[in-house]
């Protein structure tokens, strides 16, 4: 049974920073892309960042370039994101996710953060 638990989010003052992290368990941690996710309050879920199953690729979308890092622990099957810098903008359900060889996404149940403006 896959499970992706999402934890770290909260309410941060903007230019504050804080770190989500992701449990994972149920499937070969090691062996796959993961990806971190949110969605804004009346907005479509974006892809915010992408790490390879070793860590060494990373990807980011344009607008947390420079603010945001994922990073990945294979022996404890947790994937992290650092947020630092954060904005309004920023405000959003923020949620892991992995595409399995069943071409399945799954989805952790979401944390959220909220910087006000």
């Known amino acids: 049974q896959v499970q992706l638990v999402e934890s770290g989010g909260g309410l941060v003052q903007p230019g504050g920073s804080l770190r989500l992290s992701c449990a994972a368990s149920?499937?070969?941690?090691?062996?796959?892309?993961l990806n971190w996710y949110r969605q804004a309050p009346g907005k479509e879920r974006e892809l915010v960042a992408s790490?390879?199953?070793?860590?060494?690729?990373?990807n980011y979308v344009d607008s947390v370039k420079g603010r945001f890092t994922i990073t990945r622990d294979n022996v404890k099957n947790t994937v992290y994101l650092q947020m630092n810098s954060l904005k309004p903008e920023d405000t959003a359900v923020y949620y892991c996710?992995?595409?399995?060889?069943?071409?399945?996404?799954?989805w952790g149940q979401g944390t959220k953060v909220t910087a006000p403006s």
């Open positions: 996710s992995v595409l399995l060889r069943d071409w399945r996404r799954y």
């Open positions: 149920g499937f070969t941690f090691s062996s796959r892309l």
């Open positions: 790490i390879s199953n070793t860590g060494g690729s990373t």
